[in-house]
């Protein structure tokens, strides 16, 4: 899963991503994939007046049995050209 903002103002987007695993029907083991991921980055923080003052626009994409890579580009993609990605987890 990828949920990607953009801030408008200053063509930064601020990046949140997660991988897991879940086993199926014809698989042994879980089907929840529970997590509970901790990160720092301050960025988004310093940028957080700027992001509301200039406006912003935001996507989440997610599949099964994916690249998470092509998933990341399918999101930077949809919010357009960005000066900077902050990876943000």
Same mark, same amino acid.
């Given at each position: 899963?990828?949920?990607?903002?953009?801030?408008? @103002?200053? =063509?930064?987007?601020?990046?949140?991503?997660?991988?897991?695993?879940?086993? @199926?029907?014809?698989?042994?083991?879980?089907? =929840?994939? +529970?997590? =509970?991921?901790? @990160?720092?980055?301050?960025?988004?923080? +310093? @940028?957080?007046?700027?992001?509301?003052?200039?406006?912003?626009?935001?996507?989440?994409?997610?599949?099964?049995?994916? +690249?998470?890579?092509?998933?990341? +580009?399918?999101?930077?993609?949809?919010?357009?050209?960005? /000066?900077?990605?902050? /990876?943000?987890?």
């Amino acid at each position: 899963m990828v949920f990607a903002i953009k801030n408008i @103002g200053t =063509d930064e987007i601020y990046l949140f991503r997660h991988t897991g695993h879940m086993n @199926g029907t014809v698989q042994s083991g879980s089907r =929840d994939d +529970d997590w =509970d991921e901790h @990160g720092n980055n301050g960025e988004p923080a +310093d @940028g957080w007046d700027e992001l509301f003052k200039s406006g912003w626009s935001g996507t989440c994409k997610r599949a099964a049995n994916f +690249d998470l890579n092509s998933t990341v +580009d399918a999101a930077e993609k949809a919010l357009g050209m960005a /000066a900077a990605i902050i /990876a943000v987890l």
